[in-house]
């Protein structure tokens, strides 16, 4: 397994081994003892999947008071996937980082507690993964506008197919301090 952190401490891109003959592949998603050796300690409490057209865009999202961090990745398809820290407080706040996923590079990405993560899909559909560091909380979710200019995401769609809730979400500098997550080292 090779870990890559990316410009965001502790947001990391992970290849797990892939061992592959003639007859398909197996890897390892997931593996306790491999990622906790790999500085990603946190126990995860719930596995979702979900399905997506292209042009779907979902995002960008977090939990306020019960933060999830996100081991993601794709099965099938393609993705664009980002973070944004948005701890008050951090020395990398109102950054992003982002990666393409796919169910042809087997490549995961960790959130997280206290970012902000989104995804956008790029091929017909993607099936999409996720183990969560803590449950879903409805009343505790936020968002940031996933077209928020200071963010400069280049987000490779114009005009993404996004629900009713993302639509209406406010740039990232129009949130109270007081609804956004606190940093701590």
Same mark, same amino acid.
């Given at each position: 397994?090779?870990?890559? =952190?990316? #410009? ?10 892939? @061992?592959?003959?003639?007859? $398909? %592949? ?68 109102? =950054?992003? #980082? ?10 995961? @990405?960790?959130?997280?507690? $206290? %970012? ?68 701590? =080292?």
């Amino acid at each position: 397994m090779k870990v890559t =952190q990316t #410009a965001l401490p502790g947001v990391l891109v992970i290849e797990p081994a892939l @061992f592959g003959d003639h007859r $398909g %592949f197996f890897q390892e998603t997931y593996s306790q003892q491999r990622y906790q050796d790999a500085g990603i300690a946190p126990v995860f409490v719930q596995d979702n999947h979900s399905r997506s057209s292209k042009g779907v865009l979902r995002g960008l999202h977090f939990q306020l008071n019960r933060p999830q961090g996100k081991l993601v990745r794709v099965v099938t398809g393609e993705v664009f996937d980002v973070a944004v820290d948005i701890r008050r407080g951090s020395p990398t706040f109102g =950054q992003a #980082a982002w990666v393409t996923l796919s169910g042809e590079n087997h490549l995961q @990405f960790y959130v997280p507690p $206290g %970012f902000a993560h989104g995804f956008c899909v790029l091929s017909e559909v993607a099936d999409f993964e996720y183990k969560c560091t803590d449950y879903y909380y409805p009343e505790e979710e936020g968002g940031v506008i996933w077209s928020d200019p200071a963010l400069q995401i280049p987000w490779p769609l114009e005009e993404p197919k996004l629900a009713d809730k993302d639509r209406l979400y406010p740039c990232l500098s129009d949130i109270a301090a007081d609804q956004l997550p606190t940093y701590s =080292q």
